[in-house]
């Protein structure tokens, strides 16, 4: 009988060996034996286990992970061996809260008793299984055997130096077209003859690759490569697990292939490479790794994409998602593709402007901050320089030294805040948290923003950045790499500004214009909604009009009752997500500046169903739907699982139910613009066109159009986004906005800098 222990965080009411069927006996500890300390320490931890003593040791929860392995998530190891007897699982209790870990609870209990029974064990990577290949006719010769042998698909991957095409160069390639084999070839060894193959391969057979976004930038900028037919196991899974964070390779390694973490050899070799030399690792980079080294875990890349590719394909067999990855993501991939490589246009002379006009803003603020005589004060008794950024010295410096009233809005610590929303309510008290605001804004600005993109632009200038189809669970884009494009300052047209157009060029943005309830209106099938956006006009003032019953013309309703607007649009964006009469209270009393009553809100609520009940009957019949299943699928068959609806928490469920009508509509509206896009950026590809689309930010798609084709382009985008694919009123299409200009921030920068910058 093997000798075995578990390890929890504290003492906790689960019976373990219950939810072990009574199959084993263990030796149960806590590594801190106090119940009351929420989140344990260092300082907390009071176990006395040798683990040197157990066959096997089952650690409950990441704390206990944490502590005995150098593992620091448990999700992805749950139920996994580590380090030859370390089995980790979940906490049961957040089963609680989070109702869609049962299965990981399950199936993790499971491999554990298989595993200490003997019926599992940890899979061994045979030196067979992994060929590295350095020289030239011993891969060409593969090549051959492997193109003779006619595969259905091959698994491709690639070894880079970079993120970006052009910040780096590949290594090598691994390829699998077998079960639990496959090579990586150096491309030092590489020859026309090799090139030659290799796309022979790729014209003949499927390709699947891990994130193909990214290996097919690289194989089309530096060996011009083509991909006629090809797949991507990462979208595959976000079909089935819309939730960012959870598609690395290594991730569905451990889910879906006998292989676990089968990197966790080469990235010891990594860390004990930088301790050993003093490299950081944020400066190591893969070519620093000896090929022996590197030939088994890149070689397992390709051969766990192609064991992961035949675990998801069978998804296909749901029609609503296969026609969203045949449709969408696929297509999008090629389209982003595109457009990263287009890049971003910005001025290098603004840029240096901006940052020099910030850092001049940023020292007249100091300068104004020093003339208060108590912060000179607070430096002499605290002994130390005064840090705006130190949310602890601000404190101290606002409630201590200038005697300022707090506003009572707090942390989750219980502290005072002094976020920007505090700071503006203090400015009223004192100049001090209005200059503290603006070296924050624009301390931020040049940190974040203009000092990082200046040295990563590419010799034309443009800046090229990543645009993710799997980064969100509405299957909004989102941005990351360089420069995250979905969030560039708002308040402040200055790194807008920089996005400027090329001589001869001018920058066009299209906005969707009440997409959101555009699109819920036509879900709805309420033909009162749909009477409002027949009628044309400001929107806003037509329902206000409407559910009020105004007596004025649409028109003067923003001058006359400003008020009424600004509720009909509360609640219009509000109650589909769930708002109340308090949060629709809070809302209009901020954005009219004048204060409405909760029960002003409710009755507006009231009038608002009233009017358009079809609507209402929607969300019910919606919310209803998505409480009984826990899922629901958007129009064009992306579907948002919500299994949090079974949680015991009310106020967890209600939030999933709420996602769930907010992922219906924004979803929508957002596939709309995704399928404008792609279909307006084949139309410049296949008409010769020299537009370039360079962004999707939010609602919005971003071109530089040269003069000549900005009524084209316009007028074509616009029949594209606005084409008839189920989802339109009939005579009156989604609302389309056009900004031209000679930057991004469409006239804002230059009326903003004009003076000080040029350019």
Request: proline share 4%; hydrophobic share 35%.
């Amino acid at each position: 009988m093997p000798n075995v222990a578990l390890v929890e965080t504290k003492v906790s009411k689960t019976n373990f060996k219950a939810e072990f069927d009574n199959k084993i006996e263990f030796d149960q500890y806590q590594l801190c034996s106090d119940p009351h300390i929420k989140k344990v320490l260092k300082r907390d931890v009071d176990i006395e286990m040798n683990p040197d003593n157990y066959d096997w040791v089952i650690l409950v929860g990441s704390d206990a992970v944490k502590y005995y392995t150098k593992v620091n998530s448990i999700t992805e190891y749950s139920g996994k061996l580590l380090d030859g007897k370390f089995l980790p699982i979940i906490n049961p209790s957040m089963l609680a809260f989070k109702p869609e870990a049962k299965p990981t609870w399950e199936t993790s209990k499971s491999n554990i008793l298989d595993y200490i029974s003997g019926a599992l064990e940890d899979t061994v990577i045979k030196e067979e299984q992994a060929r590295g290949i350095q020289d030239t006719e011993e891969a060409n010769e593969w090549l051959r055997r492997c193109i003779d042998s006619r595969p259905a698909y091959v698994a491709l991957d690639s070894e880079t130096t970079g993120l970006y095409p052009r910040d780096g160069h590949m290594l090598g390639i691994s390829i699998s077209y077998e079960r639990d084999y496959g090579v990586y070839i150096d491309t030092n060894c590489f020859n026309v003859r090799t090139e030659v193959l290799l796309q022979k391969l790729f014209n003949h057979t499927t390709v699947i690759f891990h994130n193909a976004k990214f290996d097919i930038a690289f194989f089309e900028y530096h060996f011009n490569f083509e991909f006629p037919q090809f797949e991507d196991t990462m979208l595959l899974h976000y079909l089935i697990d819309e939730n960012p964070g959870t598609h690395g390779l290594k991730q569905l390694a451990m889910k879906f292939t006998p292989y676990g973490d089968y990197e966790k050899e080469q990235y010891n070799w990594i860390a004990d490479y930088c301790k050993r030399t003093g490299t950081l690792r944020s400066n190591f980079t893969w070519d620093t790794i000896p090929f022996e080294v590197m030939k088994t875990y890149a070689a397992m890349d390709a051969v766990v994409t192609f064991l992961v590719y035949e675990k998801l394909v069978r998804i296909k067999k749901n029609e609503r998602l296969k026609k969203v990855y045949d449709k969408l993501l696929i297509p999008g991939t090629k389209f982003l593709l595109n457009i990263q490589d287009n890049g971003v246009p910005f001025n290098k002379e603004r840029l240096y402007g901006a940052q020099e006009l910030m850092q001049d803003e940023i020292d007249n603020a100091i300068k104004q901050l020093y003339a208060h005589p108590e912060v000179t004060q607070f430096e002499k008794l605290n002994g130390k320089d005064f840090n705006p950024n130190s949310t602890v010295q601000l404190r101290q410096l606002f409630f201590d030294f200038l005697g300022l009233a707090p506003t009572g809005k707090k942390t989750g610590t219980g502290a005072h805040s002094t976020d920007a929303e505090v700071l503006a309510e203090l400015a009223k008290q004192s100049p001090v948290p209005a200059l503290i605001s603006n070296i924050r804004k624009n301390s931020k600005i040049k940190n974040t923003y203009l000092d990082k993109i200046i040295p990563q632009l590419d010799r034309d200038s443009r800046l090229r950045t990543g645009f993710n189809l799997h980064g969100t669970t509405s299957g909004r884009l989102s941005s990351s790499g360089k420069l995250n494009m979905q969030q560039l300052p708002r308040d402040n047209p200055i790194v807008k500004g920089c996005i400027k157009a090329a001589e001869g060029h001018k920058i066009v943005a299209m906005d969707l214009t009440t997409a959101e309830v555009y699109v819920a209106a036509v879900l709805a099938k309420d033909e009162a909604l749909m009477d409002v956006f027949r009628a044309g006009g400001n929107f806003h003032s037509n329902i206000a009009k409407q559910v009020f019953n105004l007596p004025c013309e649409a028109e003067q309703v923003a001058e006359l009752y400003a008020d009424r607007r600004q509720a009909a649009k509360a609640v219009t964006f509000g109650i589909m997500y769930g708002a109340g009469p308090k949060k629709i209270s809070e809302q209009v009393t901020k954005d009219s500046g004048k204060f409405f009553s909760q029960q002003e809100a409710s009755n507006v609520i009231t009038d608002y169903f009233k009017e358009f009940s079809a609507l209402k009957k929607w969300i019910e019949d919606s919310q209803k739907f998505i409480q009984q299943n826990g899922f629901i699928y958007s129009y064009f068959g992306r579907k948002r699982r919500l299994p949090n609806v079974a949680s015991t928490d009310k106020g967890i469920q209600s939030h999933s139910v709420r996602s769930g009508l907010n992922f219906l509509v924004q979803s929508t509206a957002s596939d709309v613009n995704l399928l404008g896009a792609i279909e307006m950026n084949n139309h410049i590809q296949t008409g010769g066109f020299k537009s370039r689309i360079f962004a999707l930010v939010h609602d919005s798609i971003l071109a530089e159009v040269p003069f000549n084709e900005v009524d084209y382009y316009c007028e074509a985008l616009q029949d594209f986004v606005q084409k008839d694919r189920g989802i339109s009123i009939e005579g009156t299409p989604v609302g389309c906005d056009f900004e031209i200009g000679d930057d991004y921030s469409m006239g804002k920068y230059e009326k903003q800098y004009g003076n000080y910058i040029s350019n």
